[in-house]
């Protein structure tokens, strides 16, 4: 049993009901459905892990977003080394891809994101869907707030063009 | 297109569900961490007659019931100080405790089988509380014979206190407890429930 040394800390419960939805925004934007559910589950078994010490200066969303960005960038390699198979659990239940709120994800618009240049979409992804500020932002892609500002504004520039290219056709 | 409608549209297309505290990508996690040793508080609610009970354990057993007039939400918070923040809803894990209960309030069980941790009671307190759990079902004690049974008789007032910050009340059986007058005492669950246990049991 671990001691918590700071009492400061709230119930896990409450960051996984005040953030699950805004990590799992950008666990989908980031990867398909099924892979965004284990993406979802794996992010919040490290922030839980690692929760006792956590800073309370922290943000946590953007403590949140970080982990999920790095599962993402580990599945999309192929490189998750899982401890044990997620799916696999015979007590666990499985997730129907279909769930994690299959809201006709917008084949269209999936297609467009995943086009832009990787910089514009982590960008676009992080600044609008998990509303981390730009400095945060640069830091997550490794640049400034600057360049990440920047970033976001052409990769939006670049969604306009695509859509209003197809609403001409 | 604006800019605006554009991130609108980014929104809602990759909005996903099923991480409310009943939903599915939520019960698996909780499993998962459960499994895995990441998960220090597990916890659930339960109906009964007395309102809306919270029930928490650990790996080791029941830690705490609570009464909704007792707050849920400061009591987690108090677990989370206590023992640890490492707190998911997890009502599995508290299937047994709850059906227990259900059987208690029903009138079809007369002591309860789960571990229980009794780690948020020290010293003194925890001997008060061991001693109630052998307290049987529709018997009643003073409190000074609790704190005579305690190896304490003098504590009368410890043994008072030690049953009303008892983390596992109905549980571990503080109702039991009366003044030598014969009036009920005070209750974590409010006098009212604390008489309406009693009846119960006398009645069964």
């Known amino acids: 049993m671990t001691r918590s040394r700071d009492a400061a800390l709230p119930p896990f419960e409450e960051i996984v009901a005040e953030h699950g939805l805004v990590v799992l925004r950008v666990c989908r934007a980031l990867l398909g459905p099924a892979d965004a559910a284990d993406a979802w589950s794996e992010t919040f078994l490290s922030a839980l892990e690692a929760y006792p010490k956590l800073r309370p200066e922290s943000s946590i969303r953007a403590w949140l977003v970080t982990i999920a960005h790095r599962k993402a960038i580990d599945q999309r390699r192929g490189a998750a080394r899982r401890p044990q198979p997620l799916g696999d659990l015979p007590e666990i239940p499985a997730i129907d891809p279909a769930s994690g709120g299959e809201s006709s994800i917008d084949d269209d618009l999936r297609a467009a994101l995943d086009a832009l240049p990787a910089k514009q979409r982590g960008a676009v992804i992080y600044r609008y869907l998990a509303d981390l500020s730009y400095a945060e932002v640069g830091e997550l892609l490794e640049s400034s707030a600057t360049a990440a500002r920047r970033s976001a504004a052409d990769g939006i520039a670049n969604l306009r063009k695509h859509f209003s290219k197809g609403a001409r056709t | ?204």
């Open chain 2, 1 to 204: 297109m604006r800019d605006k409608q554009i991130v609108d549209r980014l929104t809602s297309s990759f909005a996903g569900a099923g991480v409310d505290s009943d939903g599915a990508l939520h019960s698996r996690l909780a499993a998962l961490a459960e499994r895995q040793g990441l998960l220090d508080v597990s916890y659930r609610t339960v109906d009964s007659p007395l309102g809306l009970l919270l029930l928490a354990a650990t790996g080791e057993g029941l830690v705490r019931v609570a009464f909704s007039c007792e707050g849920h939400d400061a009591v987690l918070a108090r677990l989370a100080s206590d023992i640890s923040p490492r707190i998911l809803r997890n009502p599995r894990r508290l299937d047994d405790a709850a059906h227990q209960l259900d059987e208690y309030f029903a009138g079809n069980r007369r002591a309860f089988s789960v571990p229980i941790d009794l780690q948020l009671a020290h010293g003194f307190r925890r001997s008060v509380l061991e001693h109630l759990r052998r307290i049987p079902y529709g018997v009643t004690q003073s409190y000074a014979t609790v704190a005579r049974a305690t190896g304490n008789p003098s504590a009368v007032r410890a043994a008072a206190s030690a049953c009303s910050h008892n983390p596992l009340p109905l549980v571990v059986p503080c109702h039991r407890v009366v003044r030598s007058d014969g009036t009920t005492g005070e209750y974590l669950g409010g006098p009212q429930a604390k008489r309406a246990l009693l009846a119960m049991e006398s009645a069964a």
